[in-house]
């Protein structure tokens, strides 16, 4: 049975941190890319960050670049986001998904999720 399991999303004021996890088991984890989404009210889940299953390659959207990392464990099957300097417009749900191809940016592209955690950033 596959499982991703996010954690550490909450409650912070602009500028403010927060760590993401997202604890996996029930597939490869290590042959996998690991991407991570977010869906704010109204708006379509976006591609925030995604790495390769080394952690070599990594993408980010402009609009996190240089304030979010990704980073994985293979030997823990869990993928991280490190969100720094968090704005009001980063407040969402977030997910993270999993994928057997590097380099996909679309949702439907992406074959494992989470079931999301909020973040809310506040002004």
């Known amino acids: 049975q596959v499982q991703l399991v996010e954690s550490g999303g909450g409650l912070v004021q602009a500028g403010g941190s927060l760590r993401l996890s997202c604890a996996t088991s029930g597939f490869s984890f290590g042959t996998y890319a690991m991407g991570w989404f977010r869906q704010a009210p109204g708006k379509e889940r976006e591609l925030v960050a995604s790495?390769?299953?080394?952690?070599?390659?990594?993408y980010y959207a402009d609009s996190v670049k240089g304030r979010f990392t990704i980073s994985r464990d293979n030997a823990k099957n869990t993928v991280y986001l490190q969100m720094n300097s968090l704005k009001p417009e980063d407040t969402a749900v977030y997910y993270c998904?999993?994928?057997?191809?590097?380099?996909?940016?679309?949702?439907?592209?992406?074959?494992?999720w989470g079931q999301g955690t909020q973040v809310t950033v506040s002004s």
């Open positions: 790495t390769s299953w080394t952690g070599r390659i990594t």
């Open positions: 998904a999993a994928n057997r191809y590097t380099g996909a940016t679309n949702a439907a592209e992406y074959d494992y």
